[in-house]
């Protein structure tokens, strides 16, 4: 996680291992997770960083979802 001006991003570094053992480019996931979160998304394919932006990542990866 890295902090830079503008807000917290949040780097999920082992995505392309993910996603292969999905079956699915790692834009998918990183996507999902943007989506569940309400944040954006970036992709650096060059150095394979999956980005998810905003704070709201860090509260919410960290606390368990009510079943």
Excluded: H, W
């Excluded at 999905?22 to 992709?43: D, I, N, S, V």
């Amino acid at each position: 996680m890295s902090v830079n001006g503008n807000g917290i991003k949040t780097v999920i570094v082992n995505m392309a291992e993910v996603a292969k053992a999905l079956g699915r480019p790692p834009t998918y996931p990183t996507k999902y997770f943007g989506c569940e979160l309400g944040a954006q998304t970036q992709f650096d394919f060059k150095n394979e960083r999956f980005i998810v932006n905003d704070s709201c990542c860090v509260r919410n990866a960290r606390t368990p979802r009510p079943t």
